[in-house]
């Protein structure tokens, strides 16, 4: 049974089909698993296997094609009728003499679209060079277009019943750092506090099971914290050190980001102090003035504006877009608040506004996950903006 009602995927459809013809496409291979959740409802654990779904602007339904065991999935999750499924047989699994990309062809050839305008997302996990290689080879008479993005922005304006389910990603938010605020402890292993963390991922609330994230939970410890991106380990955790989190609520693969830091004593290093003030008005000044009609980078300029008179300097962007998303990273690969995106915000687009710095001696971190309203915007969870002490 899918998630939403067959209408909101029909009108998700639509919605991709008109920026298809603006863009001269008449047959679209959906490839990231994102994307075929967001069309279809489809939900599994598939995507290490190639799978896709075809929209194709003549017929109504998309088509879903992927492994043999994964086809009753689609039968389970997604909205699609049985004739708009199919399945592959298992000796084209890592076969050197066959690929799916060829049987994916024979589905092609067989609704007579092997002349069409096909585009593919040509840059994103989970579409191979060897699948368009395949694919070309196969179907000689069609022309290929780069769609890579094209689902990804009829995703960014989300739905009332989006809305509701990125909310209580956001509860799930608060008590998975709420589990981090507990156990992350002088002599606590990495690990063990990791562990935690994760369950309260899964466990979610006492109404709502939590899912699985886009990102592991990424903690940074001690000298770690001069860099984001890395994982635990299983040293314990030291007092007087600091502690960089970037975590997620999920729901029905929903995210709200949620990162703070961590300090393990109650002094911690002046350049910290100074740059959390910083930091912490700066992002506060942005959100009071954040709202529907301005671009992407008038947010990141106001950023900038906020912190000018420090020494602060953020290289990388301010945020980013989020919503439905599956391993290896829940941002949508659409809007990004840094010079240069004139993307135009609009009510019920999401953002995850993270402004982290790093430097040699050490690291801050905090985040806002939010959407836009009519006016202005709404926190998807309600956490102190601040560091958090641990010193016990």
């Known amino acids: 049974m899918s998630l939403f009602k067959k209408e909101e995927y029909l009108s998700r459809i639509e919605k991709t089909k008109t920026l298809m013809s603006e863009r001269g496409i008449e047959l679209l291979m959906v490839s990231h698993p994102a994307n075929l959740n967001y069309l279809t409802g489809y939900d599994g ?38 004739e708009s499924i199919f399945e592959y047989a298992d000796n084209y699994v890592q076969s050197t003499e066959r690929h799916p990309m060829h049987f994916v062809a024979d589905i092609i050839r067989k609704f007579h679209w092997e002349k069409k305008s096909i585009g593919v997302e040509m840059d994103q996990f989970y579409f191979t060079h060897r699948s368009y290689v395949e694919l070309e080879k196969s179907l000689p008479q069609a022309s290929f277009v780069d769609a890579n993005a094209l689902v990804n922005w009829v995703r960014v304006v989300k739905s009332e019943a989006e809305l509701e389910l990125m909310g209580i990603a956001g509860q799930i938010a608060v008590n998975v750092m709420n589990a981090a605020k507990t156990h992350i402890r002088p002599g606590v292993r990495e690990c063990d506090a990791a562990s935690e963390i994760v369950k309260a991922q899964y466990a979610g609330t006492s109404t709502h099971g939590g899912d699985y994230p886009a990102i592991v939970p990424l903690m940074m410890a001690g000298e770690a914290t001069k860099t984001p991106h890395l994982t635990w380990s299983d040293k314990p955790f030291k007092k007087d050190e600091a502690v960089l989190l970037e975590l997620s609520g999920v729901y029905k693969h929903y995210h709200a980001p949620i990162a703070r830091t961590i300090y393990l004593g109650t002094n911690p290093p002046q350049l910290m102090t100074d740059t959390a003030k910083v930091v912490i008005e700066g992002l506060a000044k942005t959100l009071e003035w954040i709202k529907p009609g301005v671009t992407a980078e008038a947010v990141e300029a106001k950023w900038r504006e906020a912190i000018s008179h420090s020494k602060v300097v953020k290289e990388s962007r301010l945020g980013y877009s989020i919503g439905v998303n599956y391993p290896p990273d829940w941002g949508e690969h659409t809007i990004s608040l840094r010079p240069g995106d004139k993307t135009i915000l609009k009510p019920n687009m999401a953002l995850h506004l993270i402004p982290g710095i790093w430097y040699d001696d050490v690291g801050f971190e905090i985040d806002a996950s939010i959407y836009m309203t009519e006016t202005g915007y709404k926190a998807l969870y309600d956490y102190p903006i601040d560091i958090i002490y641990n010193d016990k």
């Open 45 to 82: 654990w598939s995507f290490y296997v190639h799978q896709c779904v075809l929209v194709a602007l003549d017929r109504e339904e998309p088509v879903w094609i992927g492994r043999g065991m994964d086809a009753n999935g689609a039968r389970l999750t997604s909205f699609l009728s049985n």
